[in-house]
């Protein structure tokens, strides 16, 4: 019952924005929009994703993922986006675990978005990837009106889910061109991603970081050690604010993490286009 109603609470905050509306114009977003017009509606997406997760609860990553990545863009077609995201395979998680998960930050969503009519390919090339350089990953954070801080803090996000293969397969075996590895990984690492990624594998998915699915502030400590799986995480080692960033969330077991994203997050969900 308890945990029904952590689930529940991780949906209202994750979804409510995702599920029924989508990301086009920010205008007039606000706490409780919808309590006059449909009062009823918060509810209702809570327990139907509350329903959906506590049986899958693997999906819960995605859909943060969801609420980040995908919308870093207009978002056309939400229910598509749903859709992709949700096929995507899961592990199945014991209680403990999920238990470990829901110990994570909550942030409150503000409502009102109207539906994107709008959809404009050459916008998505502003999207970071995961070979970014920190460069790339600050202008594009800054092309939201995100700060340096932003991006080290919602880089936290990489903690919990998973990534194909395919997205450091460059990384691992090819990375100028000449069959070579990333120096910048560290080398049991390189050896432990390589034994479960082997090249043009495009079924295997591996994990975020050691304990991708519990979201807690293990992914500074891997960044530091040079653990991070893409190099858009290994990036922050690149800076001396994120780095800075970095290790002080590691050292200190992640004293301000949880505040800091959900500040950052506040401000993510606020963004207007
Ligand atoms: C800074 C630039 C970022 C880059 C380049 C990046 C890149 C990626 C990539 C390549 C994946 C693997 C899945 C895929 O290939 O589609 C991934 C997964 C994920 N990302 Fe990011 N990401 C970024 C920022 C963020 C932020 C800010 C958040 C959340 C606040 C986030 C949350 C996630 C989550 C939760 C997953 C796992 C999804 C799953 O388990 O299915 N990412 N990211
Ligand atoms: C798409 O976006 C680019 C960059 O913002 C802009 O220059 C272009 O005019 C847009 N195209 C359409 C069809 O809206
Ligand atoms: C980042 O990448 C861009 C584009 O490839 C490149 O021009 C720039 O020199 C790189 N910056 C750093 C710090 O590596
Ligand atoms: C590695 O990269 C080079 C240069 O981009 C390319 O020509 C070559 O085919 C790649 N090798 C593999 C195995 O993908």
């Not at 609860?57 to 863009?73: G, K």
């Not at 404009?120 to 995961?130: F, G, I």
């Not at 502030?217 to 995480?233: A, E, I, M, N, W």
Request: a positive charge; aromatic letters at 10%; one cysteine or more.
């Amino acid at each position: 019952m308890a945990i029904k109603k952590h689930i529940s609470h991780l949906l209202l905050q994750l979804l409510l924005v995702a599920l029924i509306l989508s990301f086009a114009n920010g205008k007039g977003l606000k706490l409780g929009f919808y309590k006059k017009t449909c009062p009823r509606v918060e509810a209702i997406v809570k327990t139907t994703t509350a329903s959906y997760i506590s049986r899958a609860p693997s999906l819960a990553a995605p859909l943060l993922r969801m609420h980040f990545h995908d919308c870093f863009v207009r978002v056309i077609d939400i229910l598509a986006l749903v859709a992709r995201d949700a096929i995507q395979q899961g592990v199945v998680w014991s209680p403990d675990r999920l238990l470990a998960w829901i110990k994570r930050p909550a942030w409150p969503v503000s409502l009102g978005r109207r539906d994107g009519r709008v959809s404009n390919v050459s916008e998505s090339l502003t999207l970071p990837s995961p070979a970014s350089n920190i460069t790339q990953l600050k202008s594009a954070f800054a092309s939201r009106g995100l700060s340096v801080k932003d991006l080290v803090v919602l880089s936290g996000g990489h903690t919990v889910g998973t990534s194909p293969c395919s997205s450091i397969a460059t990384r691992l075996y090819n990375f100028t061109g000449k069959g070579d590895t990333d120096p910048s990984l560290e080398s049991n690492y390189v050896t432990q991603l390589k034994s479960k990624c082997k090249p043009n594998d495009k079924t295997t998915v591996i994990g975020m970081d050691g304990s991708f699915r519990s979201f807690d502030d293990d992914y500074y400590t891997f960044v530091l050690k040079k653990r991070g799986l893409f190099q858009s995480d290994s990036a922050l080692l690149n800076d001396k604010k994120t780095s800075a960033y970095v290790k002080r969330q590691a050292q200190s077991h992640g004293s301000k993490f949880f505040n800091d994203f959900k500040d950052s997050m506040v401000k993510w969900v606020k963004l207007e286009f």
